[in-house]
């Protein structure tokens, strides 16, 4: 798996994500292959880095989004790639004095990299964020790793592609409104007709069903996950603790999480179904907005996916903090699950 996401910028939410990301490395769901941070933001890759310190898995690439982007009209009326909290948080948990995305490998070279070296139709690629690097990746030409173009390239080695964005059938949501320009343009070329593989959507309100967070007793100096929770509400959030904005100071809503369930297993694990799968359709995204509108009638390989499972079978997976779920365990320590 390649796992591509913003990183602790805006959204508190990564720290979790980059929990259950490592946590199913730890398992041996997962087999890492690369980690991209694709925000403009100079601390997403350090952030990440954090991250993989803590959960003791820095043995995993990190590539840096070194372009400014999202660079979309959202993106600057909102300051998509500022942040407000996150260089206080890195500059705890990241030992590295003064990191920042230059000391990080260009995420379209590490992409490149990474998959000329893997079997045909073998990797999964979980996108949680901007679909920046991605699109780098789409648009680069042959280098010393592949004589492929990039587009051939992800025709043959990537197996599926899991993407968290809008909401299906049609809707509206943040990933795809900051990056509304690289996601009309991702989804306009990323079809079977095209010989692209499949992609499986989750989408907002899908991602609003369950919450997770670091244990309830877990030191808020020494846990990344709950400090940020705990301290750290982004400027778009203010007004929405413990409101809409789904952050209540210890926990998250696990959109991200469950993009990185099913790219593990798919539908089902350890006998329990999470997730079904629709039909084969297309999504658009409008390139100005980042609205999404599903179109059942043309099967271009997109799918979304809904909950087969309970709130309560999501929560009790993945959460620490009124769960025994995998952002319960410490780093490095494995429960029979």
């Not at 904005?245 to 350890?270: K, L, N, P």
Request: negative net charge.
């Amino acid at each position: 798996m390649i796992y591509d996401d913003d990183g602790p910028v805006q959204d508190v939410g990564a720290v979790q994500n980059f929990g259950v990301f490592y946590k199913m490395v730890d398992h041996k769901w997962i087999k890492p292959l690369a980690t991209i941070a694709d925000s403009g933001n100079g601390l997403s890759a350090p952030g990440i880095h954090a991250l993989a310190v803590y959960y003791r898995h820095t043995e995993i690439p990190i590539g840096a989004n070194q372009q400014n982007t999202p660079d979309s009209a959202g993106c600057k009326s909102s300051d998509c790639i500022a942040n407000d909290w996150n260089a206080a948080w890195v500059a705890k948990f990241d030992p590295v004095s003064g990191d920042t995305r230059t000391n990080y490998q260009d995420c379209r070279v590490l992409y490149r990299k990474t998959l000329a070296a893997q079997p045909d139709h073998s990797v999964v690629i979980v996108e949680t964020g901007f679909a920046t690097c991605l699109m780098q990746l789409l648009d680069s030409s042959a280098d010393s790793y592949s004589p492929l173009a990039g587009t051939q390239l992800v025709k043959n080695k990537v197996k599926y592609l899991v993407i968290m964005g809008g909401d299906y059938p049609t809707g509206e949501e943040w990933n795809f409104t900051m990056d509304s320009s690289n996601y009309s343009a991702l989804f306009s070329t990323w079809k079977s007709q095209n010989g692209y593989p499949p992609i499986y959507l989750v989408g907002f309100k899908l991602g609003m069903i369950a919450s997770s967070g670091a244990p309830a007793d877990a030191p808020v100096d020494k846990n990344p996950i709950r400090n940020a929770n705990h301290w750290s509400v982004p400027t778009w959030q203010v007004g929405h603790r413990d409101g809409g904005g789904g952050v209540s100071g210890e926990t998250r809503q696990v959109w991200d999480q469950m993009a990185i369930m099913y790219g593990t297993w798919g539908t089902s694990h350890a006998g329990t179904t999470y997730f079904s799968v629709s039909p084969g359709g297309t999504n658009t995204v409008d390139r100005s907005k980042g609205t999404n509108v599903w179109d059942a009638s043309s099967d271009s390989g997109h799918h979304y996916l809904s909950a087969k499972a309970s709130p309560e079978a999501f929560a009790e997976f993945l959460d620490g903090y009124s769960h025994r779920g995998l952002l319960s365990e410490p780093p490095g320590v494995v429960s029979t699950k």
